[in-house]
């Protein structure tokens, strides 16, 4: 199998990717207007404030929409495999992959609450994923 | 832009359509440019005009012989051409070109000197949505539709049936790759592609190309073709990831490219003979019909399983086949827009009888880009 292709952080993401690696969802957060936002930048695409703070999001989550992907990728293995986008508490969406359950219509239910978990890939690169959460 | 200032003169596909392993990409776009420019009775010589998308307008110049004062390389997927159309009509209206020529081809199929499709690993695509395993548009352009079905009680049959119908127009167009009719179960029984998707949902994958000349309403009348006025025009861009759409169940470009379109040709809905909606996968006219304000959120579904959008329906919508059974090269926009030139043209396969306003309504990317272009043949 390929190696699975994976991001190239650039400085404006750096404290995203760095937070994986650290275990920790890191979303940004605008001091003036509030609004949160992903993916990463350095200025407010709400109210365009540079005044903008990194921070760390809770990892709760729904599952927003997704569709199963029966034409795997080669660096993805040979089974079908969700590609899911996440609606996170504190209000953006991002893509991701669930794990830690099929990949199936029935084991994967819209609006189900998803937590996120981490998965090294590299001594650089760690992927934030997200696994049902327990009741 | 000012009404029926600008119009198509010249409009064609190429020679062939389908599997052309034997030309190139660069070939297909001289192929179609040289149909359309021999449909207006012009010479390269003639064209000072030139924009197109996925190779560059210089690459295209050169390659035909053209000398432009205008060169237009928008590239913002399948909907480019209806970008280039609607710039190529304020740089008519500005003076910047007389005669300027738009062209498509693509080797989509054969892949004879195509493009790959990867996106640097740094892009924010490359960052934030490769990773987790997509890979072509299957996969991506369908992401927001489980949520979209949630919202409206969408099923997979509702789905299927678009296809369905599409295939109905199909049957009457000679050069659509797909013809045979087909059934629900027939789509829901067809390969899993990205689930809920079937292969027949999803648009084919061809070779071939489309080019469109374009003039003042002034010039047009001197040329041997009917005129085909352009009546309106929009255009807009949301965002280069769908994980990243403001709304999962509509487009915002849509919305927004559609309403100017609608607005600049100071039409109603009902006033509209003939629709064209980019279907690269059969959620795209569900989408279509409710952003550009045919039918409310939700509505689509009921509007086509009616046979609203069929042959001998009111809205005859995709009436060459669609991507889904006519010709789907990548970038289709191209080809919406040679339908709609037919059809007011008056020579269409599957002619719809006496209609005097087609609207063509693209997208770009995984709902990126829109481009909307409304057409009449009525000086």
Same mark, same amino acid.
């Given at each position: ?51 903008? !703070? ?41 893509? =991701? ?39 | ?155 997979? !049959? ?24 087909? =059934? ?187 481009? =909307?272009?409304?057409? =009449?043949?009525?000086?």
């Amino acid at each position: 199998m390929p190696p699975r292709i994976l991001p190239e952080p650039t400085p404006e993401t750096r404290h995203f990717w760095d937070g994986c690696r650290e275990g920790e969802l890191r979303l940004q957060r605008c001091t003036e207007c509030k609004h949160s936002y992903f993916p990463p930048r350095a200025f407010c695409p709400k109210c365009a404030s540079r005044e903008v !703070e990194v921070y760390p999001a809770s990892g709760k989550a729904v599952l927003y929409s997704y569709v199963i992907n029966h034409r795997p990728r080669p660096d993805m293995g040979t089974e079908p495999y969700a590609i899911a986008v996440v609606q996170l508490d504190e209000g953006p969406r991002m893509m =991701t992959n669930i794990v830690g359950c099929p990949q199936t219509p029935e084991a994967l239910v819209l609006d189900m609450p998803v937590k996120v978990t981490f998965e090294k890939q590299n001594d650089d690169i760690t992927l934030p994923f997200f696994e049902p959460a327990k009741a | 832009m000012k009404q029926k200032s600008v119009a198509v003169v010249g409009a064609a596909e190429t020679t062939r359509m389908g599997k052309i392993p034997d030309v190139s990409v660069i070939g297909l776009h001289a192929d179609a440019a040289l149909n359309a420019m021999k449909d207006a009775g012009l010479k390269p010589s003639d064209i000072d005009g030139v924009a197109t998308a996925g190779i560059s307008p210089v690459e295209l110049a050169h390659y035909l012989g053209i000398t432009p004062t205008y060169a237009d390389g928008t590239s913002v997927g399948g909907c480019s051409f209806m970008l280039h159309v609607r710039h190529a009509a304020a740089a008519i209206n500005e003076g910047l070109a007389k005669t300027i020529l738009i062209t498509h081809g693509e080797s989509g199929r054969s892949r004879v000197g195509a493009g790959g499709f990867g996106r640097a690993p740094s892009s924010l695509m490359g960052q934030f949505e490769m990773p987790y395993g997509v890979t072509s548009p299957p996969t991506m352009f369908t992401v927001p539709v489980l949520r979209y079905m949630k919202t409206y009680g969408v099923t997979e !049959e509702d789905l299927a049936n678009v296809a369905v119908v599409q295939r109905e127009w199909a049957a009457l167009n000679p050069r659509a790759s797909f013809k045979d009719p087909i =059934t629900v179960n027939d789509v829901l029984n067809s390969p899993m592609i990205a689930w809920p998707f079937r292969m027949l949902m999803c648009c084919l994958v061809t070779d071939g190309g489309g080019a469109l000349i374009l003039t003042s309403a002034e010039r047009a009348k001197d040329f041997p073709q009917k005129p085909v006025y352009i009546l309106g025009t929009g255009e807009s861009v949301e965002t280069p990831m769908v994980s990243q759409m403001e709304d999962f169940t509509s487009s915002k470009a849509f919305r927004v490219s559609g309403k100017k379109a609608f607005d600049e040709a100071g039409i109603k809905h009902s006033d509209v003979d003939h629709l064209m909606i980019y279907d690269a996968f059969a959620h795209l006219p569900l989408y279509g019909l409710e952003d550009l304000g045919f039918v409310k959120p939700g509505e689509a579904k009921d509007f086509i399983n009616e046979r609203n959008t069929a042959i001998g329906g009111k809205l005859p919508l995709n009436t060459n086949g669609g991507g889904l059974s006519y010709m789907h090269s990548g970038m289709y926009g191209m080809y919406a827009l040679q339908e709609s030139v037919r059809q007011m043209r008056g020579i269409a396969p599957a002619q719809v009888k006496d209609a005097k306003i087609s609207v063509a309504h693209g997208v770009g990317g995984m709902f990126a880009a829109s481009g =909307t272009v409304v057409f =009449t043949n009525e000086a």
